[in-house]
């Protein structure tokens, strides 16, 4: 009795019976949390339904939980849906912290995802982006509008199946097609887990539709495994395939991969890479279309770079600081993962207070970088606020702009640490030169003209509400010159 009269949690809303704070939950679910938090505290407990989790709103603590407490926190709850499914076991995101993540880890950063990897990759992002623009290219010579939604989905959604295995697929769709329904159902399991017996009520029959997409996944999955493991050694592409088919006829490898473990990984990264990057896309044409004058400001700064005849290309990115400027705060005002979530291990304090092990916990990183605390006009898209001459709009003493690799836990949309995003690079790679090339090539316009209503949308990942449907208007044509 003396321990638990000592126990001191964080602070917590009133709560109902049964339901617990699920009542104070609306239907944009890290706002929610961003106005229990201003009124509640940086750190607090909500009930919700059968589970309890912390949930982390500012830099502050964010860094405790991040970075002093990073080994306790480097686990990820475990959801109903990452249990029964044909990979169980296998899921590198929510793998506990232990030798199989570790390996999985080592192989992203030092192969799969490592920057030589990217680079010798070079040639599927230019291609994909290549034929994306062509597309734009023949809407603006027939007045047509296009849909960037699914536009920039299946852009992201083949670069990625290239890099993975070679190929975009022979049904172009299945992927996304597979991406989009396992994020429906898998958000509806999790919100079932997150929200306890009563959010199950209506789940039923999800798990099953899950289990049958997963099949379906696995099947072609299959095909391609088959395909690349009976190819000779020359023909091998060095694609992510045949990394891991390497490491799994490897008898001496570190841990022993099975087919199984290949296969969740791509399922892994086709979902945790697709929707993130062409959400971080969407809201950045939706704010150079919003802001006039910045875009024709970046359009300035890449027509210095790259001159008049050329598209711009990766490799002039580096030389372009209001572009970086502007995917940063597109990445801050609209984190494509609004939630990095974590479990603890051990008993902990944190901020003062008792964390028990095995919280979930969940770390609001939109409402850290919206928090007016760190932030001048949080609400606001400013990319100037990242620009090396930015004192003044960020209030004074400190470059947020010196943020860059270093540990300033304001500014964390790839989350932090031995967890946080191993596929933030390739991420930034493609979205940085797509936006280059878009505003370099054309005007947008808005169906039925005027701005782009940027309403979010509900659920766990923020994305706009609408589809963002634009004529583009070609301005340069860099096709006419280089074909
Ligand atoms: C704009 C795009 C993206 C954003 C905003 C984003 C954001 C995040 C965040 C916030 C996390 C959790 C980090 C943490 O807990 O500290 C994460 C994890 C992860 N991301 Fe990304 N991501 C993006 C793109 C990608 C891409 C392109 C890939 C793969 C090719 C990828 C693969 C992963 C994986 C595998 C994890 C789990 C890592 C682990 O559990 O160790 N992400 N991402």
Not at 33 to 62: C, D, E, M, W
Not at 208 to 228: A, M, S, T, Y
Not at 236 to 260: F, I, K, S, W
Not at 372 to 396: C, K, T
Request: glycine residues 6%; proline residues 5%; hydrophobic residues 40%.
């Amino acid at each position: 009795t003396n321990e638990i009269s000592k126990f001191n949690p964080p602070p917590s809303p009133p709560s109902l019976p049964i339901i617990g704070h699920l009542h104070l939950i609306g239907s944009i679910i890290p706002k929610s949390f961003q106005k229990l938090s201003q009124r509640y505290g940086p750190l607090i407990h909500l009930k919700l339904g059968a589970s309890t989790s912390i949930i982390v709103s500012n830099a502050q603590v964010a860094k405790q939980v991040m970075k002093t407490h990073d080994l306790n926190f480097c686990y990820r709850p475990q959801f109903g849906s990452s249990h029964d499914f044909l990979y169980k076991g296998s899921y590198f995101i929510t793998a506990p912290y232990g030798p199989y993540w570790r390996f999985m880890k080592k192989l992203c950063v030092t192969k799969l995802l490592s920057s030589s990897q990217l680079g010798r990759f070079l040639h599927i992002r230019e291609q994909e982006l290549e034929i994306l623009m062509k597309s734009f290219v023949v809407c603006s010579n027939e007045n047509r509008s296009t849909d960037l939604c699914l536009d920039f989905t299946i852009f992201s959604n083949n670069i990625l199946c290239r890099m993975a295995m070679g190929t975009t697929l022979f049904d172009k769709d299945i992927i996304r097609c597979l991406v989009r329904e396992f994020m429906h159902v898998g958000a509806k399991l999790s919100m079932g887990e997150v929200f306890g017996p009563l959010g199950k009520l209506d789940l039923f029959g999800y798990g099953k539709k899950l289990r049958k997409i997963v099949g379906e996944f696995d099947h072609i999955l299959e095909i391609f495994l088959k395909e690349h493991e009976e190819r000779n050694i020359e023909d091998c592409q060095g694609d992510m395939m045949d990394v891991l088919l390497e490491v799994y006829r490897n008898p001496n490898a570190e841990v022993r991969l099975t087919r199984n473990d290949i296969k969740a990984f791509f399922l892994d990264i086709f979902l945790a890479g697709t929707d993130t990057s062409s959400v971080t896309m969407q809201w950045a044409m939706a704010e150079m279309i919003n802001n006039p004058n910045i875009l024709r400001k970046l359009r300035a700064e890449i027509k210095s770079v790259v001159g008049p005849t050329k598209l711009v290309r990766e490799s002039d990115v580096s030389k372009m600081p209001y572009l970086q400027a502007c995917v940063k705060e597109v990445l801050r005002l609209h984190p494509s993962a609004p939630f990095a979530l974590r479990q603890s291990a051990e008993d902990c304090k944190i901020n003062g207070y008792d964390v028990k092990a095995q919280t979930r916990t969940l770390i609001n990183v939109y409402a850290i970088m919206r928090d007016p605390q760190s932030w001048v006009n949080p609400e606001e898209y400013i990319p100037e606020r990242f620009l090396d001459s930015a004192d003044e709009i960020n209030g004074g003493d400190e470059h947020v702009s010196k943020m860059d690799g270093g540990d300033d836990f304001r500014f964390i949309p790839f989350g932090f640490g031995r967890r946080g995003c191993p596929g933030s690079s390739l991420a930034l790679r493609v979205i940085e030169v797509t936006i280059a090339a878009l505003v370099q090539c054309f005007e947008w316009e808005v169906k039925g003209g005027g701005k782009v209503d940027l309403e979010e949308g509900s659920s766990f990942s923020v994305g706009l509400a609408k589809p963002l449907v634009c004529y583009p208007v070609t301005c340069f044509n860099p096709f006419e010159v280089c074909d």
